[in-house]
């Protein structure tokens, strides 16, 4: 381990923000307003009347008509802003092209190969409009369902903003995903109309999307049309009366198109999520809280500014492309990055030197990209310029303080604090994070977003202070789903009956002394070894720690007398061989690191670990593997090949 963060370990150092920061931040001049001291009077403001935060927050957006309750709570049912008639889009768009923001460009975008556009507020309210006229001409309307099957394109923004603008219903659908993936999730959906795009490029090699979807297309009853973005210009073959090019549908169309006038509560979109069945839950946000969730998160978190240059590095086929790279930035009228391709392609500076080349001043990505980077070596951030930045962020997956540190120093030139953001799928914005204003720990996504109530609890639902449990929210926030896709007494039953009126987070945390969060992962990535309970990201992160490891994924071998065995799998940095010395040298540092309990039982060495398309190592897969059981459905895998490279693992 390096000496700085062996150091830090022991220290238990706090990370405070600069004076210069705080008082630059909007959380600050927002406390200044209301004549809020300190955090922890927020906080408690917060906490005591959280119908006035959120009713102040929920001003600053548009509304046609105002709502007349703040909120509406019957647990688990919460209604926000009722009454209220609203359009995200509208809020997006239309009430800034009112404005100076008319010609401030919107988003950044550059292909995998390099070229660049820049779409302006005009021109994307322009682009929204014509593509919703063409899905009215197709006989979409409100509360219709339409799948979005597309890469890291604008005319994915465009897509998902036209449906809302009419009052339709997006679901989008990951393009790494198999076109199975596609078809079950858009028969579920019910959906009309599918928009897709001929090819893309990733790692410079076309993927034809196209042709793909043609094969599950027949398969999908309910789809009228098929809409096809012309990208790569590979050959596809069009389904005359069924299939419209992009081009020709919206080029004719009207630039002007009248916002369908939703209810607060009317669902937006649908967004698939894997659950602990097999069938995919169909998460439900809505127009009116998730817009107000999702634009006061962005704006107290990472503190965007009208001047800030802004790149959240996920893609929109996740929750968190959903909020923080279309809805929450555009509500908020903010300059974005968006980045079509792979971010090691062609070499391992790509993110850097586009840093470097906006002057990105905010950027928000996951532990396991940062790990990634840490394997290069820090030569690779060196060659560029990254003193624009001023704030950094972290989300998916616990961050352990090895990649912390390295994120840190190497990227955040010791400036920049991390936002280590805990939210989900379901919670659709950020409820346990730090703000600009808190001092933060490596490794701790520290508290509770304003008005937020989490706890842990014991499996009787008693709060604990000590060792790990549930991680529950106890009251309703704003952009909170509503539900699962048709199926309300799932909804019911995986969230809200385990302990009745509390949300079941399905994480396990633990607070510390002074009330910091730290999540320990997944339920079912919880250990029972000898009746202790021990996180793999625990371990994950005492191997990671080790200076000669790159990744690490642990899983349970069920064990007669210990209940549970460690099992884990290791990749290597680059220059580094596996050997029975080194498996040693593991076993004895995880050992330091935690204590003799959580030493792996198993060590093997691999190449790469199985991965989904997002970067999340699959453990259920690994878990299958270990104990000898069929691995299941594999096609979310991105690297299949890595299954059979546990079976050689040395
Ligand atoms: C995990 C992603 C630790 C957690 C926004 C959660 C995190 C799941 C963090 C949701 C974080 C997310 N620290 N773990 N900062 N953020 N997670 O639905 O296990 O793709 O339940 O949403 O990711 O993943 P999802």
Known sequence: MSSELDALLRENRLFPPSEDLIKASNI???????????????????????????????????????????????????????????NITYNALDRHVKTWRKNKVAYIW???SGQVVKLTYHDLYVRVNQMANALRSLGVGKGD??????????????????????????????????AKAFQERANDAQVKVAITVDGFYRRGKVIPLKENVDEVLDGIPSL?????VQHAGCPVQMKSGRDFWWDDITQEQEKECAAEVMDSEDPLFILYTSGTTGKPKGVVHIH??????????????????????????????????????????????????????????????????????????????????IRMFMKYGEKWPQKHDLTSLRLLGSVGEPINPEAWIWYHKHIGNRQCPIMDTWWQTETGMHLITPLPITSLKPGSTVKPFPTVKADVVDDAGESITEGGGHLVIKTPWPSMFRTLYHDQERYV????????????????????QDGYFWIQGREDDVLNVAGHRISTAE????????????????????DQIKGEEIFSYVTLKEGYNPSPK?????????????????????????????????????????????????????????????????????
């Open 28 to 86: 600050q001049k927002w406390m200044e307003r209301y004549g809020i001291n300190d955090y922890d009077q927020l906080i408690m403001r917060a906490q005591d009347d959280p119908e006035w935060f959120w009713d102040e927050l929920a001003r600053e957006l548009e509304w046609f008509q105002p709502y007349t309750d703040v909120l509406k709570w019957d647990p688990p049912h919460a209604e926000w802003f009722s009454g209220g008639k609203f």
């Open 110 to 112: 550059e292909g995998e």
């Open 145 to 178: 369902r339409v799948s979005i099957y597309l890469p890291m394109i604008l005319e994915l923004p465009v897509a998902m903003l036209a449906c809302a603008k009419i009052g339709a219903v997006h679901s989008v659908v990951f393009s790494g995903f198999w």
């Open 224 to 228: 009228k049309h098929l809409i096809v």
């Open 288 to 369: 009116g809280g998730y817009a107000v969730g999702t634009y006061t998160t962005l704006k107290f978190v990472f503190d965007i500014k009208d001047e800030d240059i802004w790149w959240c590095a996920a893609d929109i086929g996740w929750i968190t492309g959903h909020s923080y790279i279309v809805y929450a930035p555009l509500i908020m009228g903010a300059t974005s990055v968006m980045y079509e391709g792979a971010p090691n392609y062609p070499q391992p500076d790509r993110l850097w030197k586009m840093i470097e080349d906006y002057g990105v001043n905010v950027f928000y990505t996951a532990p396991t990209t």
């Open 493 to 512: 039953e995986a969230y809200w009956s385990r302990f009745p009126g509390l949300y079941l987070s399905g994480d396990v945390a633990r607070v510390d």
């Open 539 to 558: 371990v994950e992160s005492a191997l990671v720690s080790h200076v000669k490891v790159a990744e690490a994924a642990v899983v349970g071998k069920p």
């Open 582 to 650: 080194l498996k040693h040298h593991l076993r004895e540092h995880v050992r330091k690191e935690i204590g003799p309990v959580a030493s792996p039982a198993y060590i093997g060495f691999v190449e790469d670990l199985p991965k989904t398309r997002s970067g999340k190592i699959m453990r259920r897969v690994i878990k299958a593997k270990v104990k000898g059981e069929d691995v299941g459905d594999i096609t979310t895998l991105a690297n299949p090949e890595a299954v059979e490279g546990l079976d050689h693992a040395l």
